[in-house]
């Protein structure tokens, strides 16, 4: 994790990548736009670490929030909110109250009077301590998740049973999305784009951001792969809230909130999430929040047939599907019957 606290603007302007600042939130007020910036867990888990270590300025520092504090203490009063609840809806019930409560007392010692969401609501948190994953969820949150889920799933269960090239194996994936999640979401295609690469030695960019994206969608959090399917759901579900958190973002700043306009940011400490963004990102246009995705195409990826192969197939499946895609309205309980499938096929392959 990072020593300072990372913004990230999961929808940007065709203009280009914003700042996060004192002038913009500013700005922002001036026109009638409220400034919420998301909590990532590893936020909500360093102001933690920052209460039981005494709450001082020097357990801030340690913890990388002091970035964050003081780009708060900076900005006009009420004209920025921070919101805790999906880090908190990612956590274990038991520990999820504990991290609400330490998040108080937090705030109360680093940003006294600060205020959160106006909309928020103070949920008490019950249940389960550890093993909390998809399936202790309601069925409003697992149809939100679900297909991002699911998605996850078939790309750890072809990355690890699947024989083949890379591009057969990204292929087998493509068809995982149309056949069995019937959704080609671009976020987690392009995840599975540098999952299945297996670039040359010279090409050391795609060689970093390869690691960084398998280490996130892939991996324990030890860095290795998953040795069962408890882990396999583990690491899916820690993927998919990830995506959710994005996605959540340009929500709220496509729909705002109670009728107010939102300028929508996420807050973290993971620089591989933020490295994803980088590369994969939506565009604001015709007044619409991320109408259009976009991505960085490396100059290393023009010479590796890989690329061009993935790229094409992912296209002309794309243009197949678009009138089906725009006709269709989302069944969201066909969602969780989507997840359910998938997580059955992991217990297949992986006990």
């Known amino acids: 994790m990072e020593k300072r606290t990372l913004f990230i603007k999961p929808s940007r302007s065709i203009n280009g990548e914003s700042k996060l600042d004192p002038v913009l939130i500013a700005r922002n007020k001036l026109d009638g736009i409220e400034t919420t910036i998301t909590l990532d867990t590893n936020i909500l888990i360093s102001m933690e670490r920052v209460v039981n270590n005494g709450n001082k300025w020097a357990s801030v520092k340690k913890q990388g929030l002091h970035n964050l504090i003081k780009l708060l203490q900076r900005c006009p009063p009420q004209s920025v909110c921070i919101s805790p609840g ?62 991002s889920f699911s998605c996850l799933l078939y790309l750890n269960l072809i990355d690890n049973k699947f ?21 080609l979401s671009t976020a987690e295609i392009e995840i599975a784009k540098y999952c299945f690469a297996e670039p040359p030695s010279d090409c050391r960019k795609t060689i970093e951001l390869r690691k960084k994206i398998r280490n996130n969608f892939l991996k324990t959090s030890e860095e290795k792969l998953p040795k069962d399917a408890s882990e396999v759901l583990r690491i899916a579900f820690n993927g998919a809230c990830d995506i959710h958190l994005l996605q959540a973002a340009n929500i709220m700043d496509q729909n705002g909130i109670d009728g107010v306009r939102q300028d929508s940011w996420i807050a973290t400490k993971d620089k591989k999430l933020v490295d994803f963004c980088n590369i994969f990102h939506h565009v604001n246009l015709d007044g619409e929040v991320g109408k ?55 217990k297949k392959a992986f006990n």
């Open 86 to 147: 999906l880090a908190l809806n990612e956590m274990p019930p038991e520990l999820a109250q504990q991290s609400r409560e330490k998040y108080e007392i937090f705030c109360s010692e680093h940003l006294p009077g600060f205020i959160d969401t106006p909309n928020c609501i103070h949920s008490e948190y019950k249940g389960k301590k550890e093993e909390y994953g998809y399936d202790d969820l309601p069925n409003e949150s697992k149809a939100v998740l679900a297909i």
């Open 163 to 183: 024989e083949g090239k890379p591009i057969d194996k990204f292929k087998k994936f493509l068809d995982k999305l149309e056949n069995k999640v019937d959704v």
């Open 292 to 346: 259009y995705a976009a991505k960085t195409i490396h100059p290393e990826h023009s010479k590796d047939t890989y690329w061009m192969l993935a790229d094409s197939d992912f296209g002309v499946r794309s243009l197949m599907r678009r009138s089906y895609h725009e006709s269709r309205e989302i069944d969201f309980d066909a969602l969780i019957k989507v997840a359910d499938e998938a997580i059955s096929e992991i």
